[in-house]
């Protein structure tokens, strides 16, 4: 066996994660119908304990889709969405629960999978306002906007408070191709339309006016 | 005082003579070389084993699962499934080290055993379950013979393949709780991956012929820094100075685009957020200078020289042609020693280093959003 001295430089904790914080982390999808999100939400293993008591009310040792959808609704409660200042309603698309363990050893994740309706928005600037308010005791925060997967989304700011409990998503909604062709065509064909019924006017006018030449006085018919 | 088991001994040789490579670099072979030498050591490593090894070691390419599988966290609070190198004869184990030898550039070589020997000190300051880490989970030795890390200490839990931990045990830290695992059978010409890793580190590097991706990978760090016979070390030491010597060499303009004005906690876009790509902010990288730009690249090749040369330089060449569409964000202190969070994010390209509350404890995430886990060549 070879001796080294081998020593840390710095205190060194038993932890090799996130102990008394519960980290909620949010991405947030912008489509043109719609907004989808994400919220994970793994507490330290010095705050599972407590975040447990909020979930597994009868001290069951486990978790129930119960009590999963009443935390998931808890939370949902503590989280505000709105766009261009009109407030939206998320709905649980669904939820990924962890193992009682795994939240106790603080390795486990909630995921749970929202998505809201937008209202019909034009095209133009518009601006999605987030607000997490689940936990603020003990909770640490991640907001972030996905690369929106449709072209017609644009996103050209994001805006946070320092602790990222609070997002403004600042994006423009391009008109939508199938829009935009419908939008040109239509008016292109009525204009076509009333192009050829001007032209067909002015053929008749012109035919019109011929035959009136033609009875004017002294003329002779052809 | 530590003392150190024979493999360990065999590490920090390794480290040494890694080090000493370093000051006479060469030139990088081409991938296609390089391929065929990691497929000589991965079925060199292959050859050491008996029939039960071999199962352990080796995965269906296609199994997304294990794929997947891997994690920041140490065993067994989060369950890896591979060869656990604590189970493996010295020779079993000097086999695993020159794949990895072969695989990885000197530098991310040096990386990854600083990153391994952080958690042995972590071990040691952190009352850990002692040398073989309260023995292998998965049994003897997958080749016969001793293990060369610790004794052996009951059997593998039910449904576990070999090297795997069970829930709910005290967390497992040191140089013995790596795995290794191949995802498809290494070759010169079909895909395959090597995959690494254990608490603190994952490296997943998928090779098809002469193309390679190491994305996603994570090198993080507890202690990020120690010493071993008077030597400091500090294994993301050179990400963390680059950065803040990058953050120091912008001006007010430069600064104030790259600062963002909130906290970040963690890493965005670590474990379990695949496939997953953010909208960028920070500071354009067409924004810099040149000279810049050349220590954003510096830093950026911390990651992306982990691996063999061979492959880092295309990789480095397609981060270039990027760079315009780069991103560099800094969140946290500008003076060296604080704990800040900083993110290179290009169309190719996601970098995360973030502090985990301190200085001592780093995580670190790379990524390519068009190709993690090699997806565009190995279909």
Same mark, same amino acid.
């Given at each position: 066996?070879?001796?080294?001295?081998?020593?840390?430089?710095?205190?060194?904790?038993?932890?090799?994660?996130?102990?008394?914080?519960?980290?909620? &982390?949010?991405?947030?999808?912008?489509?043109?119908?719609?907004?989808?999100?994400?919220? @994970? #939400?793994?507490?330290?293993?010095?705050?599972?304990?407590?975040?447990?008591?909020?979930?597994?009310?009868?001290?069951?040792?486990?978790?129930?889709?119960?009590? &999963?959808?009443?935390?998931?609704?808890?939370?949902?409660?503590? *989280?505000?969405?709105?766009?261009?200042?009109?407030?939206?309603?998320?709905?649980?698309? @669904?939820?990924?629960?962890?193992? *009682?363990?795994?939240?106790?050893?603080?390795?486990?994740?909630?995921?749970?999978?929202?998505?809201?309706?937008?209202?019909?928005?034009? &095209?133009?600037?518009?601006?999605?306002?987030?607000?997490?308010?689940?936990?603020?005791?003990?909770?640490?925060?991640?907001?972030?906007? #996905?690369?929106?997967?449709?072209?017609?989304? &644009?996103?050209?700011?994001?805006?946070?408070?320092?602790?990222?409990?609070? #997002?403004?998503? @600042?994006?423009?909604?391009?008109?939508d191709a199938a829009a935009l062709r419908s939008q040109w065509i239509a008016p292109g064909l009525i204009g076509l339309a009333m192009a050829s019924a001007l032209l067909r006017l002015s053929r008749i006018s012109r035919r019109g006016s011929g035959r009136l030449r033609g009875r004017t006085p002294g003329a002779a018919p052809t | 005082m530590f003392a150190m088991s024979r493999p360990s001994a065999v590490l920090l040789v390794s480290c040494a003579l890694v080090s000493g490579s370093q000051a006479a670099p060469q030139r990088s072979p081409a991938p296609a070389d390089a391929t065929a030498r990691i497929v000589a050591a991965a079925r060199a490593v292959v050859a050491t084993l008996d029939e039960a090894g071999k199962g352990t070691l080796q995965y269906a390419f296609d199994d997304a699962a294990q794929k997947k599988r891997w994690s920041n966290f140490p065993s067994p609070m989060f369950a890896r499934e591979g060869l656990r190198l604590g189970d493996l004869t010295p020779p079993q184990r000097t086999a695993v080290m020159s794949l990895l030898q072969a695989a990885l550039s000197a530098d991310g070589y040096r990386k990854v055993l600083e990153i391994m020997k952080g958690d042995e000190v972590l071990k040691t300051g952190a009352g850990g379950r002692g040398p073989g880490g309260g023995g292998p989970p998965g049994g003897g030795p997958p080749g016969g013979g001793p293990p060369a890390g610790g004794p052996p200490g009951g059997g593998p839990p039910p449904g576990a393949r070999g090297g795997r931990g069970g829930p709910g045990g005290g967390l497992m830290f040191g140089e013995d709780q790596y795995w290794l695992a191949f995802l498809g059978t290494p070759s010169t010409t079909t895909p395959w991956m090597l995959q690494f890793g254990g608490h603190h580190l994952a490296i997943n590097l998928t090779i098809g012929g002469s193309q390679a991706s190491m994305t996603p990978s994570l090198p993080a760090a507890q202690p990020a820094k120690f010493t071993i016979e008077g030597r400091e070390i500090r294994p993301l030491g050179k990400e963390n100075d680059k950065g803040f010597a990058l953050i120091n060499a912008l001006d007010e303009t430069q600064r104030s685009q790259a600062i963002l004005s909130y906290r970040v906690a963690d890493l965005v876009l670590g474990p379990t957020q695949d496939g997953r790509t953010i909208q960028p902010e920070g500071l354009r990288a067409s924004a810099l200078t040149p000279a810049q730009q050349s220590m954003l690249l510096d830093l950026v090749r911390e990651w992306a020289g982990i691996m063999n040369d061979a492959y880092a330089e295309p990789r480095m060449a397609e981060i270039r042609a990027g760079l315009p569409q780069t991103y560099f964000a800094w969140s946290g202190p500008t003076v060296n020693g604080g704990a800040a969070y900083f993110r290179i994010q290009g169309p190719t390209l996601v970098i995360e280093y973030a502090p985990q509350g301190s200085v001592d404890h780093i995580h670190t995430i790379y990524r390519d959003p068009t190709n993690d886990y090699g997806a565009t060549f190995a279909k």
């Open positions: 066996m070879l001796a080294l001295g081998l020593v840390a430089a710095a205190a060194v904790t038993a932890s090799a994660h996130r102990k008394d914080e519960y980290l909620q &982390a949010s991405r947030i999808a912008i489509e043109s119908g719609r907004v989808q999100m994400e919220i @994970d #939400l793994t507490p330290g293993i010095a705050v599972a304990e407590d975040v447990l008591k909020q979930i597994d009310t009868d001290r069951s040792g486990s978790v129930s889709d119960a009590e &999963a959808d009443a935390y998931a609704a808890s939370v949902m409660r503590a *989280v505000a969405l709105e766009v261009d200042g009109r407030p939206l309603a998320p709905y649980l698309v @669904d939820r990924v629960w962890p193992t *009682v363990e795994a939240v106790r050893q603080g390795e486990g994740s909630m995921r749970l999978r929202l998505s809201a309706l937008m209202p019909p928005l034009g &095209a133009g600037a518009h601006h999605l306002r987030y607000h997490n308010a689940h936990r603020p005791d003990i909770g640490v925060y991640l907001a972030n906007a #996905l690369v929106p997967s449709s072209d017609r989304v &644009a996103i050209t700011d994001q805006q946070r408070d320092v602790d990222q409990r609070a #997002l403004r998503i @600042d994006y423009v909604l391009r008109a | -």
